[in-house]
């Protein structure tokens, strides 16, 4: 981004001081880099570059040179003679892997940042975070996007073109094209940047809303740089930002010798001021400069207003703040004066730049910053809040976002549309203006079939399970008898298609186990294609006592209750299931009453209940009943012991046990297990 770092940048001065180890080969390109005359030094460089071989501070000085009229190609390529060598510091890793985000290379930034994490261990948090957000942006450029972003070429030129206003049928914009009708000083070439100054131009429309002409605006702007700013349609007022030229002398204080620079020298840099300006019958009128500028200290610029036009939100590199530039807020006073500027808090601002702020008419605030993790250099931003309160930033992500610079956001439609700037690779000029329109990908069509997977398990007495391969699986219709094998794919998994819509039985057969079956139905209204069932089994073990839950007993009585029947049927499924085994139904009772009494009331509760189960359908060749009295308690409550009725009621109690099967079977007794 060659012009913004004037008015985006609020000038710094980027950690100078000086290698006691060595100096520049070349002083005249060294003093036009001091000078922030960036593209003569580069062109100093290249020159004495051609009978001289540059030492590690030639290569760090024209990467620098670089990095500011934002060649990131140019400076990653020199940076790049000097990162593999022995020469190399942990600051030309850093900035080296920030470079390489820059280009877009991402898995290459990410080696940069472990080489850097093992050399210096203290910045693994910060290397940690960048190489996470750099896995994610791969993520992001590999997924299909959500937004149709498109170059604005009838707004754009061959220089920088940015931080569009909407401005009454049109916009306003902020430029240094250029343009001969401009009326300009007497010295109009920004040596930074080798071109204009910026100043800001009328974007007229036709009926359509076509780009009809892009005009100079007469009577506003000022000597230096003009823009951008924010237009008030409740009273026609231009909030906008301005430079005003200083002399500033610069002494280093504690050198860093692993820094990069020293510049120590009287010289000039820009400093940025608001100014607002009245929109009377067509004209600029009453322009007056923003009561906090202070261009002998400090930078504003940026202006932005609140919905309800009572707080300034603004950018500032006023001392205080949590870094290179933050965003600031002022309210206005009943007396129509602007109170002193707060900062917006450290939710919003980081170490690094913080730009360019803005609302859309949801009064949701969008901002650019490089302090938040991103694609690299600047990238968008929302947050929710006002003054110095905010949610989390999110970031806007690719494709608004880029390796390049993106700011300057504004949004015709909340969510919907707007536009931005940034100086991503095949723009028409160093910055341009894009629109982007929420168009998200048509979700993909919805299955016709499903994957049944059905995943089969021994469970042991202590609740642990093993895979347990080898299980008769099968599927049928549920109105349907007729049995599909579900092939095993691998050991114990098992797959196979389903309709979609569909009501289907799923069985699980082995000699060795009691059979199993499930019924599920598919159904095919999300993107979700496959169905996953475990079906458990349970070894059938030789009189092996296994209790019927909830199989209880009124006092002195044996009819089988509701409850009781809705456990039993369970049973007759238990049976109609595994056809070759015979079970014996065991029935026990509490302890109150005598021992004869109470073995004939067992004996008796357990006829009831097999005469349940052969009333169903089940062969009385394949059940007994069994009355076990008292003798088999399961607490406490014996003859004498005072015990709670629901501690009675544990006691009457139903069992079932296989004895033998109709046919030849594998047999496990439970000595045996």
């Known amino acids: 981004m060659k012009t913004i770092y004037t008015i985006i940048t609020l000038f710094f001065i980027f950690t100078l ?35 001289n ?16 009229t934002n060649d990131t190609k140019s400076a990653e390529s020199w940076l790049s003679k000097l990162i593999n060598s022995e020469a190399a510091i942990a600051e030309d890793i850093i900035i080296y892997a920030d470079l390489l985000k820059s280009e877009g290379k991402y898995s290459d930034a990410i080696l940069q940042y472990q080489k850097l994490k093992e050399i210096e261990p203290a910045k693994s948090k910060i290397t940690d975070e960048n190489i996470e957000i750099c896995r994610d942006i791969l993520v992001w450029t590999e997924t299909e996007p959500e937004f149709i972003v498109k170059n604005e070429k009838h707004l754009n030129s061959e220089n920088a073109d940015f931080g569009l206003i909407e401005f009454g049928d049109g916009f306003l914009i902020t430029s240094d094209r250029i343009d001969k009708s401009r009326k300009s000083g007497k010295n109009d070439t920004y040596e930074w940047t080798g071109n204009p100054y910026l100043k800001l131009y009328k974007v007229n429309n036709d009926i359509s809303g076509n780009v009809k002409t892009i005009s100079f605006i007469p009577g506003i702007n000022h000597d230096y740089h003009n823009g951008p ?9 231009l909030y906008f930002t301005r430079t005003k030229s200083v002399k500033k002398n610069y002494k280093t204080q504690n050198p860093d010798p692993t820094a990069w620079f020293k510049e120590e020298a ?49 950018v500032s590199d006023m001392p205080g703040g949590y870094g290179e530039t933050d965003i600031y807020y002022s309210e206005k006073q009943s007396t129509g004066e602007w109170s002193d500027p707060q900062n917006l808090g450290s939710i919003i601002n980081t170490t690094g730049k913080e730009l360019f702020p803005s609302f859309d008419t949801n009064g949701k605030l969008y901002f650019s910053s490089n302090g938040h993790l991103g694609m690299g250099g600047l990238d968008l931003f929302e947050s929710t809040g006002s003054k110095n309160n905010w949610t989390s930033p999110g970031n806007l992500k690719y494709p608004i976002n880029s390796p390049k610079d993106d700011f300057a956001v504004i949004f015709t439609e909340p969510e919907i549309m707007g536009y931005f700037a940034s100086n991503r690779y095949g723009g028409v000029g160093s910055d341009d203006i894009y629109s982007f ?23 042991f007495d202590d609740g642990s399970l093993k895979p347990l391969p080898g299980i008769n699986v099968h599927y049928h219709y549920k109105n349907s008898e007729d049995l599909i094998a579900i092939p095993q794919i691998t050991p114990a998994v098992y797959h196979t298609q389903l309709n979609c819509n569909e009501t289907y039985m799923v069985h699980g057969t082995n000699p060795d186990f009691f059979a199993l079956a499930q019924e599920i139905t598919t159904t095919c209204e999300t993107m979700n294609d496959t169905v996953f069932i475990d079906l458990i089994f349970e070894r059938i073990v030789i009189d ?10 009124d006092y002195n009585k044996w009819n089988i209750r509701h409850d009781a029947a809705i456990e039993l049927d369970k049973i007759v499924t238990l049976l109609t299931d595994n056809p070759q085994i015979i079970i014996e139904l065991g029935s026990h009772t509490d302890s109150r009453g005598t021992k004869i009494y109470n073995e004939n009331l067992s004996q008796r509760r357990a006829e009831s209940a097999v005469q349940y189960i052969i009333s169903k359908g089940i062969s009385k060749d394949r059940i007994t009943a069994k009355g076990y009295g008292e003798y088999e308690l399961v607490n406490n409550c014996s003859d004498g012991v005072q015990c709670t009725e629901p501690e009675h009621q544990m006691n009457r109690r139903t069992e079932f046990k296989v004895t033998g099967f109709s046919e030849k079977q594998p047999v496990i007794n439970s000595a045996s297990k």
Not at 53 to 65: E, L, Q, S
Not at 437 to 459: D, G, I, K
Request: charged share 20%; hydrophobic share 30%.
């Open 17 to 51: 001081s000086s290698f006691t180890f060595a100096q520049s080969s070349s002083p005249k390109a060294e003093q036009y880099m001091q000078n922030f005359e960036y593209v003569k030094a580069i062109e100093t460089y290249q020159n004495h570059f051609k009978t």
């Open 437 to 459: 329109v929420y168009s998200p990908p048509p979700p993909p069509p919805l299955p016709t079939e499903l994957t049944l997977v059905v995943a089969t398990y021994e469970e």
């Open 266 to 314: 009287d010289i000039y840099t820009n400093r940025l001021e608001i100014y607002t300006a009245e929109l009377v019958d067509g004209n600029w009128q009453n322009i007056s400069e923003f009561e906090h500028n202070n261009a002998e200290n400090y930078s504003v610029g940026h202006p932005t207003l609140s919905l309800d036009g009572n707080t300034l939100y603004f």
């Open 544 to 553: 092996k006592p296994i209790v019927i839950e909830n199989i209880y007993y």
């Open 53 to 68: 071989t540059p030492n590690p501070t030639d290569i760090r000085y024209i990467t620098y040179c670089y990095m500011k």
């Open 229 to 237: 700013g924010y237009f008030d349609k409740k009273t026609n007022t």
